[in-house]
Protein backbone atom coordinates (compact mmCIF):
# COMPACT_ATOMS: atom_id res chain seq x y z
CA UNK A 1 0.00 0.00 0.00
CA UNK A 2 1.49 3.85 -1.06
CA UNK A 3 0.22 6.60 0.73
CA UNK A 4 0.64 10.16 -0.01
CA UNK A 5 -0.30 13.20 2.00
CA UNK A 6 -1.52 16.00 -0.17
CA UNK A 7 -2.44 18.41 3.05
CA UNK A 8 -5.12 18.48 5.75
CA UNK A 9 -7.87 15.35 4.83
CA UNK A 10 -6.56 14.81 1.27
CA UNK A 11 -4.03 11.83 0.65
CA UNK A 12 -3.88 9.89 -2.29
CA UNK A 13 -4.11 5.72 -1.45
CA UNK A 14 -2.80 3.47 -3.99
CA UNK A 15 -3.97 -0.34 -2.88
CA UNK A 16 -4.55 -3.35 -4.85
CA UNK A 17 -3.79 -1.50 -8.01
CA UNK A 18 -6.63 1.12 -7.14
CA UNK A 19 -6.16 4.50 -7.12
CA UNK A 20 -8.23 6.25 -4.33
CA UNK A 21 -8.29 10.39 -2.83
CA UNK A 22 -9.83 11.06 0.58
CA UNK A 23 -11.54 14.07 1.16
CA UNK A 24 -10.83 16.71 -1.84
CA UNK A 25 -9.37 20.16 -0.34
CA UNK A 26 -7.17 21.92 -2.94
CA UNK A 27 -8.12 25.76 -2.49
CA UNK A 28 -5.67 28.56 -1.37
CA UNK A 29 -5.43 29.31 2.03
CA UNK A 30 -8.05 31.95 3.18
CA UNK A 31 -11.17 32.49 4.91
CA UNK A 32 -13.88 29.93 3.70
CA UNK A 33 -17.62 31.12 4.73
CA UNK A 34 -19.73 28.32 6.22
CA UNK A 35 -23.13 29.60 7.20
CA UNK A 36 -22.67 32.88 9.19
CA UNK A 37 -19.17 31.95 10.14
CA UNK A 38 -16.30 31.03 7.94
CA UNK A 39 -13.37 28.47 8.60
CA UNK A 40 -9.61 29.89 7.88
CA UNK A 41 -7.28 27.76 5.93
CA UNK A 42 -3.51 28.40 6.64
CA UNK A 43 -1.50 26.34 4.37
CA UNK A 44 -2.16 25.21 0.71
CA UNK A 45 -2.01 21.86 -0.84
CA UNK A 46 1.69 20.70 -1.38
CA UNK A 47 0.43 18.74 -4.44
CA UNK A 48 -0.97 21.03 -7.25
CA UNK A 49 -4.65 19.57 -8.50
CA UNK A 50 -3.32 19.50 -12.03
CA UNK A 51 -0.49 17.30 -11.49
CA UNK A 52 -2.20 14.50 -9.29
CA UNK A 53 -3.43 12.97 -12.42
CA UNK A 54 -6.34 9.84 -12.55
CA UNK A 55 -8.47 8.20 -9.38
CA UNK A 56 -10.68 5.31 -9.22
CA UNK A 57 -12.68 6.39 -6.70
CA UNK A 58 -12.99 9.31 -4.02
CA UNK A 59 -13.68 8.83 -0.65
CA UNK A 60 -15.71 11.98 1.17
CA UNK A 61 -16.27 11.37 4.46
CA UNK A 62 -19.08 14.65 4.02
CA UNK A 63 -19.44 17.45 1.26
CA UNK A 64 -20.94 20.26 3.86
CA UNK A 65 -17.60 21.62 5.51
CA UNK A 66 -14.87 23.65 3.00
CA UNK A 67 -12.38 21.70 5.35
CA UNK A 68 -13.33 18.46 3.65
CA UNK A 69 -14.44 19.64 -0.03
CA UNK A 70 -13.76 22.80 -1.17
CA UNK A 71 -14.30 24.73 -4.23
CA UNK A 72 -11.29 23.48 -6.02
CA UNK A 73 -11.84 19.73 -4.56
CA UNK A 74 -15.83 20.34 -5.87
CA UNK A 75 -14.55 20.72 -9.40
CA UNK A 76 -12.00 18.04 -9.21
CA UNK A 77 -15.37 15.91 -8.34
CA UNK A 78 -15.95 16.19 -12.43
CA UNK A 79 -13.16 14.26 -13.10
CA UNK A 80 -13.73 11.09 -10.83
CA UNK A 81 -15.89 8.43 -12.24
CA UNK A 82 -16.83 7.42 -8.50
CA UNK A 83 -17.17 9.16 -5.51
CA UNK A 84 -18.47 7.01 -2.48
CA UNK A 85 -19.51 9.40 0.68
CA UNK A 86 -22.87 10.10 2.72
CA UNK A 87 -26.92 10.01 1.22
CA UNK A 88 -27.00 13.91 2.09
CA UNK A 89 -23.79 14.64 -0.15
CA UNK A 90 -25.31 12.41 -2.68
CA UNK A 91 -28.27 14.04 -3.01
CA UNK A 92 -26.74 17.54 -2.98
CA UNK A 93 -24.30 16.65 -5.38
CA UNK A 94 -25.64 14.27 -7.83
CA UNK A 95 -23.59 12.73 -10.84
CA UNK A 96 -21.42 10.65 -10.02
CA UNK A 97 -21.55 10.76 -5.72
CA UNK A 98 -22.96 6.90 -4.76
CA UNK A 99 -24.24 7.02 -1.41
CA UNK A 100 -22.86 4.49 0.89
CA UNK A 101 -24.56 3.54 3.75
CA UNK A 102 -22.99 1.91 6.91
CA UNK A 103 -21.94 -1.68 6.43
CA UNK A 104 -22.76 -1.68 2.50
CA UNK A 105 -20.10 -2.30 0.33
CA UNK A 106 -19.20 -1.46 -3.32
CA UNK A 107 -16.23 -3.24 -5.00
CA UNK A 108 -14.01 -0.96 -7.19
CA UNK A 109 -11.37 -2.39 -9.30
CA UNK A 110 -10.47 -5.96 -8.97
CA UNK A 111 -11.29 -6.69 -5.55
CA UNK A 112 -11.13 -4.19 -3.48
CA UNK A 113 -14.05 -3.67 -1.40
CA UNK A 114 -14.94 0.14 0.07
CA UNK A 115 -17.05 -0.40 3.41
CA UNK A 116 -19.25 2.38 4.90
CA UNK A 117 -18.59 2.77 8.38
CA UNK A 118 -19.95 5.29 11.03
CA UNK A 119 -19.02 8.51 11.83
CA UNK A 120 -19.62 10.88 14.46
CA UNK A 121 -18.95 14.82 13.53
CA UNK A 122 -19.44 15.31 17.21
CA UNK A 123 -20.36 14.61 20.85
CA UNK A 124 -23.42 12.92 20.99
CA UNK A 125 -26.82 14.61 19.97
CA UNK A 126 -25.06 17.17 17.34
CA UNK A 127 -25.53 15.16 14.22
CA UNK A 128 -28.79 17.99 13.16
CA UNK A 129 -25.90 21.17 13.96
CA UNK A 130 -23.05 18.65 11.95
CA UNK A 131 -24.34 17.02 9.67
CA UNK A 132 -24.52 13.33 8.05
CA UNK A 133 -20.58 11.76 8.21
CA UNK A 134 -19.29 8.55 7.01
CA UNK A 135 -15.77 6.86 7.52
CA UNK A 136 -14.80 3.99 5.25
CA UNK A 137 -13.32 0.25 5.92
CA UNK A 138 -11.03 -0.94 2.81
CA UNK A 139 -9.95 -4.73 2.36
CA UNK A 140 -9.72 -7.63 0.00
CA UNK A 141 -8.36 -10.80 -0.94
CA UNK A 142 -4.94 -10.36 0.05
CA UNK A 143 -4.54 -6.94 0.88
CA UNK A 144 -4.12 -4.60 3.56
CA UNK A 145 -7.68 -3.94 6.05
CA UNK A 146 -7.71 -0.02 5.95
CA UNK A 147 -9.74 2.45 8.54
CA UNK A 148 -10.24 5.50 7.05
CA UNK A 149 -11.84 7.44 9.78
CA UNK A 150 -13.14 10.70 8.56
CA UNK A 151 -14.33 13.86 10.94
CA UNK A 152 -15.24 11.27 13.33
CA UNK A 153 -15.01 12.26 17.46
CA UNK A 154 -16.38 8.97 18.99
CA UNK A 155 -14.33 6.33 20.15
CA UNK A 156 -17.61 4.79 21.35
CA UNK A 157 -17.74 4.42 17.19
CA UNK A 158 -14.64 3.49 16.81
CA UNK A 159 -15.21 0.22 19.33
CA UNK A 160 -18.21 -0.54 16.88
CA UNK A 161 -16.14 -0.53 13.99
CA UNK A 162 -13.33 -2.79 15.48
CA UNK A 163 -16.07 -4.88 16.61
CA UNK A 164 -17.41 -5.32 13.36
CA UNK A 165 -14.40 -5.42 11.48
CA UNK A 166 -11.47 -6.90 14.12
CA UNK A 167 -8.13 -5.64 13.59
CA UNK A 168 -6.98 -3.04 11.15
CA UNK A 169 -3.43 -3.13 8.95
CA UNK A 170 -3.43 0.55 8.55
CA UNK A 171 -5.52 3.29 10.44
CA UNK A 172 -5.60 6.71 9.13
CA UNK A 173 -7.05 8.84 11.70
CA UNK A 174 -8.44 12.52 11.39
CA UNK A 175 -6.81 13.84 14.44
CA UNK A 176 -6.78 17.72 14.73
CA UNK A 177 -9.15 17.82 17.55
CA UNK A 178 -11.17 20.69 15.79
CA UNK A 179 -13.34 22.70 17.76
CA UNK A 180 -15.40 25.57 16.52
CA UNK A 181 -18.23 27.77 18.63
CA UNK A 182 -21.17 25.68 16.29
CA UNK A 183 -20.55 23.01 19.25
CA UNK A 184 -19.64 22.54 22.73
CA UNK A 185 -16.87 19.90 22.33
CA UNK A 186 -14.54 18.10 19.69
CA UNK A 187 -15.64 17.90 16.53
CA UNK A 188 -12.33 15.19 15.40
CA UNK A 189 -9.84 13.31 17.24
CA UNK A 190 -7.63 14.91 19.77
CA UNK A 191 -4.48 13.45 19.63
CA UNK A 192 -4.90 11.71 22.74
CA UNK A 193 -8.02 9.55 21.42
CA UNK A 194 -6.16 8.95 18.13
CA UNK A 195 -3.97 6.81 20.23
CA UNK A 196 -6.98 4.99 22.05
CA UNK A 197 -8.48 4.71 18.72
CA UNK A 198 -5.40 2.59 17.18
CA UNK A 199 -5.37 1.07 20.13
CA UNK A 200 -9.02 -0.39 20.01
CA UNK A 201 -8.44 -0.94 16.35
CA UNK A 202 -4.99 -3.13 17.03
CA UNK A 203 -3.40 -0.87 14.14
CA UNK A 204 -0.17 -2.23 12.75
CA UNK A 205 0.34 1.49 11.56
CA UNK A 206 -1.20 4.46 11.63
CA UNK A 207 -1.32 7.58 9.85
CA UNK A 208 -2.34 10.59 10.88
CA UNK A 209 -4.69 13.23 8.60
CA UNK A 210 -6.73 16.11 9.05
CA UNK A 211 -4.38 17.43 11.64
CA UNK A 212 -3.15 20.92 10.03
CA UNK A 213 -3.61 23.46 7.78
CA UNK A 214 -6.75 24.46 9.75
CA UNK A 215 -7.32 27.76 12.41
CA UNK A 216 -10.16 25.52 14.24
CA UNK A 217 -7.66 22.78 15.01
CA UNK A 218 -6.66 22.74 18.75
CA UNK A 219 -3.92 20.26 18.06
CA UNK A 220 -1.20 19.49 15.75
CA UNK A 221 2.19 18.14 14.27
CA UNK A 222 3.63 18.07 18.00
CA UNK A 223 0.99 16.76 20.00
CA UNK A 224 0.41 14.19 17.30
CA UNK A 225 4.18 13.00 17.72
CA UNK A 226 4.20 13.69 21.42
CA UNK A 227 0.89 11.07 22.20
CA UNK A 228 2.31 8.70 19.96
CA UNK A 229 6.04 8.51 21.36
CA UNK A 230 5.32 4.76 21.74
CA UNK A 231 4.26 3.83 18.44
CA UNK A 232 7.92 4.09 17.03
CA UNK A 233 7.66 2.94 13.25
CA UNK A 234 4.29 2.18 13.52
CA UNK A 235 3.35 5.74 13.40
CA UNK A 236 3.59 7.34 10.03
CA UNK A 237 3.40 11.17 10.28
CA UNK A 238 3.86 12.33 6.99
CA UNK A 239 5.15 15.93 5.93
CA UNK A 240 3.10 17.60 3.07
CA UNK A 241 3.23 15.59 -0.44
CA UNK A 242 5.65 12.94 1.55
CA UNK A 243 4.48 9.48 0.69
CA UNK A 244 5.09 6.33 2.46
CA UNK A 245 4.85 2.46 1.68
CA UNK A 246 3.03 0.06 4.10
CA UNK A 247 4.04 -3.80 3.60
Do not use: C
Request: proline residues 6%; aromatic residues 6%.
Amino acid sequence: MDIRYVGGPTAVLEIGGVRLLTDPTFDAPGDYPIGNRALTKTSGPAVEVSSLGPVDAVLLSHDQHPDNLDKAGRDYLASVPLILSTGSAASRLGGSVRALPNWTSVTVGDGLEVTGVPAQHGPDGTEHLVGEVTGFVLSGEGLPTVYVSGDNASLDVVREVAGRVGSVDVALLFAGGARTPLVDGYLTLTSDDAVAAAEILGARYVVPLHFEHWAHFTQGRETVEKAFAGFGDRLRLLAPGERTQLP
